[in-house]
C-alpha cells in the first residue's frame, strides 16, 4: 500500500472516530454535571445539619424559631436582634439555594423541596413584617423572589382569618 492509501484510511478513520470521542466527551461533561448537582444537594444538608440539630437540643433555640413571630413585641432589645439574625441567616441559606437554582447547580425536585422549605418560613416567620428592614442583605432576583413569597403569605392568612397557618 501507498503513502496515499495510508492517509485515505487514516482520513476515514478519523471522521469515524470523531463523531463518537465528541459522544464521550459529552457524556463525560453530563455526567459531571449529575454528579456536582449530588454534590451541592449533599452540601446544602451539611450546611442545614447542625442548624437543625440545634432545634432539636436547644429548647430556648427552638422557643425563638417557633414563637418568635408571634411574640417579638414582647422581646427584649437581645431576642429581638436574635431573631432578626435567625432571619437573616435562614433567608442568606435560601438565597443560596436559589442562585444555585438559576445557574443549574441543583436539579428541580431538590429546588422544589427547599422551595417549599422557603414558603412555609414567610408564612410562619410573619416575614413581611420584618423583611423591609433585612431585604438589603439580599441580591435582587432573590428579593423580588422572596417579595412573591410574602404577598402569597398575606393572601393566604388572610383567607385564613388573620391566623399564621
Not at 496515499?4 to 469515524?16: E, K, P
Request: aromatic share 14%.
Amino acid at each position: 500500500m501507498s503513502l496515499d492509501h495510508w492517509a485515505d484510511i487514516a482520513t476515514i478513520l478519523q471522521a469515524v472516530f470523531l463523531p463518537i470521542s465528541l459522544f464521550f466527551v459529552w457524556y463525560q461533561l453530563r455526567q459531571q454535571s449529575h454528579l456536582t448537582q449530588a454534590a451541592n444537594t449533599q452540601s446544602l444538608v451539611e450546611i442545614s445539619s447542625p442548624f437543625n440539630l440545634q432545634l432539636i437540643q436547644d429548647r430556648n433555640f427552638a422557643e425563638l424559631w417557633v414563637k418568635g413571630a408571634s411574640s417579638f413585641d414582647g422581646m427584649d432589645e437581645v431576642d429581638k436582634y436574635r431573631f432578626k439574625s435567625l432571619l437573616v441567616w435562614w433567608l442568606l441559606f435560601h438565597e443560596n439555594i436559589f442562585y444555585q437554582k438559576q445557574r443549574g447547580f441543583i436539579d428541580e425536585v431538590t429546588y422544589q423541596a427547599w422551595a417549599h422549605d422557603l414558603r412555609d418560613f414567610a408564612l410562619m416567620m410573619d416575614l413581611g413584617r420584618h423583611w423591609p428592614g433585612i431585604r438589603g442583605f439580599c441580591q435582587e432576583k432573590f428579593v423580588a423572589h422572596v417579595d412573591g413569597l410574602i404577598d402569597e403569605a398575606a393572601k393566604q392568612s388572610a383567607s385564613a382569618g388573620g391566623r399564621i397557618v
